[in-house]
């Protein structure tokens, strides 16, 4: 006998992800599926049937699953920044939308020196008060920890983005840090393998970021990028202003 031909109709698909929280504003998606009207199925040579409609159900089940695995997953982000992104910790995130809601990372154990701090498990997510979005994975910054700051943002002369935070801090208002500290720095893409330090750590919607804290001279600094070149890491013996040059106030 030969073989039969079973025609079934897949018709186009629509999941949609819910955003995570009320209280933060993740990505909302959905996952589009198109396919042709019609699917032809070979059925060897058997006496046995096959329901069409079963087949129309596995072909969108499977259709459905190989098109979730495919998109990366949502991680909650702070309003505004409503980008997919690596996954990466609430507590091993930065990001800069303004002066006033901002991420950085800073030591997690208290009187610790920058230096001292960068080993796995030794660094955590600090937010400013209007930035914390996740209590208690992330640190509070104290509302006055910058005496002076400057915000900026733009493109570079290839149109690539960034966002910035430079000027002076209050190291005695934070625990965590020592005064008399020379400092340090903390980025997305050094550390051992290029893999950042705090390892795996991200700028949200931004694809490098590199910082700054130098509490002996009362002065931080941190820069989202697109471009590399933008966040340098070579340069962190040579402080603040040599990385990412910005407005300083004459701190200290």
Known sequence: MSGQILQGDIRDSKKCIKPLSERVQPIAFCIQIHTTKSVKLKQPPSTSTVN????????????????SLSVLQVLATPAGLDVLEPRASNDNIVYVTDANKFCMIMPRQPHTNIGDSEHPGGMKTYCSPQGRYDNPMQGQLPADFWSNVAFK????????????????????????????????????????????NPEGSVCLGYKHYVELVEPDVKRACIKCCDDPKDCPLDKDTQGCPRVIPGNYFNCA
């Open 52 to 67: 069409p409609s079963s087949v129309e159900f596995t072909m969108i089940t499977k259709f459905l699953i190989l098109a």
């Open 153 to 196: 943002t733009g493109y570079n002369n290839k149109g690539k983005r960034y966002a910035q935070l430079t000027g002076c801090i209050r190291p005695e208002k934070l625990s965590r840090l020592n005064p008399n500290d020379g400092g340090g720095q903390y980025d997305s893409s050094g550390g051992a393998g290029g893999r950042g």
